[in-house]
């Protein structure tokens, strides 16, 4: 009779937890030179918390960290890949044990403490969270830290603006944020309206009730513009966040997250004192443990899972500089899974 997976497995994690045993990962040397390595647990940032890793995702701030152009890496060498999902191999923790699926998303994992594009991690317990019931593993990175975001960004609409108030506007709408909260907000009953690049039929089919062609849309000249969002996701900031806080309907509000386009904003106090308009900032790297967990929440009851095959690419570790070419270039759309387990 063979031997079964599962104790092959077994065999494996006791092999890596009693030995040196070495595996694989995407290791930044400099910032220049990067590549797959093969290395051993002695290599890991310190933690409570071995986890094997199963799949991580290629998020835009990975793309940063490869290319090496801006400094996200704080040190090196370092395993970028800001989030992962796996199973617990081993925990000092007792909130955590072996065989518990786990999320995590930042904390500077992948930036300063090494993260996911390895086959282990060892990290603080703090900042993982049990996979929720109703998500696989696989499908809690087609989501990743974009997706996650995405329901930050959807959380603070749904609290602040009444679908009565009008439309959403969402750019860089078919990149992973924007893909994920055009289908969260429209199962929310939001009326969304996406602004992007790419294929019409890709964002009516993630809910968006229209598409701009963003060559079509007319960056605003004035500081107050006439009113057409109730709301907007901004994932690209620059001359398109500079135009839609001029546009916004008195009272709106605009979640700031993301710098596809530019890190610059110019604009002036008017929208915001005479509209009484919000711009709010989200962040989900540092974000507390109750915020994560309502987003994953929201995740679970409001995505239509049935998408996520529809706006996933997979990847291996070996893609993953091409990819990062590829992102910063505004050519990746939908959400990138990496495949990491055996
Ligand atoms: N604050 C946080 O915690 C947090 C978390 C996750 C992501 N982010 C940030 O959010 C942004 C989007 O992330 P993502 O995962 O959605 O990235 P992504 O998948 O690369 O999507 C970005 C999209 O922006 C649009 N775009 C790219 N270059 C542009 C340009 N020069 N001008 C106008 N639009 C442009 C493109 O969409 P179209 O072709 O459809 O227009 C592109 O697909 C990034 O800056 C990322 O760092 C922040």
């Given at each position: 009779m063979?031997?079964?997976?599962?104790?092959?497995?077994?065999?494996?994690?006791?092999?890596?937890?009693?030995?040196n045993?070495?595996?694989?990962?995407?290791?930044?040397?400099?910032n220049?030179?990067?590549?797959?390595?093969?290395?051993?647990?002695?290599?890991?940032?310190d933690?409570?918390v071995?986890?094997?890793?199963?799949?991580s995702s290629?998020?835009?701030?990975?793309?940063?960290?490869?290319?090496?152009?801006?400094?996200?890496l704080?040190?090196?060498?370092?395993?970028?890949?800001?989030?992962?999902?796996?199973?617990?191999?081993n925990?000092?923790n007792k909130?955590?044990?072996k065989?518990?699926?786990?999320?995590?998303?930042?904390?500077?994992?992948?930036e300063?403490?090494?993260?996911?594009?390895?086959?282990?991690?060892?990290?603080?317990?703090?900042?993982?969270?049990?996979?929720?019931?109703?998500?696989?593993?696989k499908?809690?990175?087609?989501?990743?830290?974009?997706?996650?975001?995405?329901?930050?960004?959807?959380?603070?609409?749904?609290?602040?603006?009444?679908?009565?108030d009008?439309?959403?506007?969402?750019?860089?709408?078919?990149?992973?944020?924007?893909?994920?909260?055009?289908?969260?907000?429209s199962?929310?009953?939001?009326?969304?309206?996406?602004?992007?690049a790419k294929n019409?039929s890709?964002?009516?089919?993630?809910?968006?009730?229209?598409?701009i062609d963003?060559?079509?849309?007319?960056i605003a000249?004035?500081p107050?513009?006439?009113?057409?969002?109730?709301?907007?996701?901004?994932?690209?900031?620059?001359e398109?966040?500079?135009?839609?806080?001029?546009?916004?309907?008195?009272?709106?509000?605009?979640?700031s997250?993301?710098?596809?386009?530019?890190?610059?904003?110019?604009?002036?106090?008017?929208?915001f004192?005479l509209?009484?308009?919000t711009l709010a900032?989200?962040d989900?790297?540092?974000?507390?443990?109750?915020?994560?967990?309502?987003?994953w929440?929201l995740l679970?009851?409001k995505?239509?899972f049935?998408?996520?095959?529809f706006?996933?690419s997979?990847?291996?570790?070996?893609?993953?500089?091409?990819?990062?070419?590829?992102?910063?270039?505004?050519?990746?759309?939908?959400?990138?899974?990496?495949?990491?387990?055996?």
């Amino acid at each position: 009779m063979g031997t079964s997976s599962s104790t092959l497995q077994n065999m494996e994690i006791a092999r890596f937890m009693d030995n040196n045993e070495k595996f694989k990962a995407f290791v930044m040397e400099s910032n220049t030179k990067k590549g797959i390595k093969i290395i051993d647990k002695s290599f890991l940032d310190d933690g409570d918390v071995f986890v094997k890793i199963s799949f991580s995702s290629f998020n835009y701030k990975d793309g940063l960290a490869i290319s090496g152009k801006t400094p996200i890496l704080r040190k090196f060498p370092m395993i970028p890949g800001v989030d992962f999902c796996g199973k617990v191999i081993n925990s000092s923790n007792k909130s955590f044990k072996k065989g518990d699926k786990v999320i995590l998303n930042g904390w500077g994992v992948g930036e300063n403490h090494t993260g996911g594009f390895s086959q282990f991690a060892r990290v603080k317990s703090k900042w993982l969270i049990k996979l929720p019931k109703k998500i696989s593993e696989k499908q809690s990175m087609i989501i990743g830290s974009a997706g996650y975001t995405a329901a930050l960004c959807a959380i603070l609409i749904n609290e602040n603006v009444k679908k009565k108030d009008g439309k959403i506007l969402v750019t860089g709408a078919s990149g992973g944020v924007g893909s994920i909260v055009i289908n969260l907000l429209s199962n929310l009953g939001f009326q969304t309206v996406a602004l992007s690049a790419k294929n019409k039929s890709y964002l009516l089919k993630l809910g968006a009730v229209e598409v701009i062609d963003r060559k079509d849309y007319k960056i605003a000249k004035k500081p107050l513009e006439k009113q057409k969002w109730a709301g907007c996701i901004d994932t690209v900031g620059g001359e398109i966040l500079s135009s839609v806080i001029s546009e916004i309907k008195y009272n709106g509000i605009i979640a700031s997250t993301g710098l596809a386009s530019s890190h610059l904003l110019h604009t002036t106090v008017y929208p915001f004192i005479l509209r009484n308009i919000t711009l709010a900032g989200v962040d989900c790297v540092y974000a507390d443990k109750s915020k994560r967990i309502k987003a994953w929440n929201l995740l679970e009851r409001k995505l239509d899972f049935s998408k996520l095959d529809f706006i996933k690419s997979e990847k291996n570790l070996s893609d993953l500089k091409t990819l990062s070419a590829k992102i910063l270039q505004g050519k990746i759309k939908g959400r990138t899974l990496i495949k990491i387990g055996t």
